[in-house]
């Protein structure tokens, strides 16, 4: 009973997550450009490529939540994780299909997703074996 409560909070807590892959990592080691430039791919991608506007969540310092997860490997590129409300994470996810529509390389190879709990990413590597 208490691992299902604890499921439950965990999937409200990242209701409002979306994590993208494939997003081209900027090279500079300046933590500030790296920043800069992911916002700025974060904005060209909702204005231009999904046609929507949302609001991200800042942290303490008042920063767009905006992070690379894992660690840094050479030649490959890092997932981000986008914080923002449920709402605008359901229209990014709804508005993602537009991506293959793309022009840009850059964007077209982009894969938007939900942010999911260890349980879930479980379940779906399942049904995606068993499918295979």
Known sequence: ?????????????????????????CSSDDPLAKKNNDIEMIKELCEKHL???????????????????????EGKDRSLKIVTNPDD???????????????DPKFKRMIIKPDLTQKQRNEELKLVNEKN
């Open 51 to 73: 046609k929507i506007d949302i609001n991200i969540k800042k942290d303490q310092n008042q920063q767009p939540l905006i992070i690379r997860l894992g660690k840094k490997v």
């Open 89 to 103: 994470a359901q229209k990014m996810l709804l508005s993602a299909k537009l991506l293959a529509q793309s022009d």
């Open 1 to 25: 009973m208490e691992e299902a409560m604890k499921e439950i909070e965990e999937r409200e807590r990242k209701k409002g997550n979306i994590i993208i892959h494939n997003a081209k990592e």
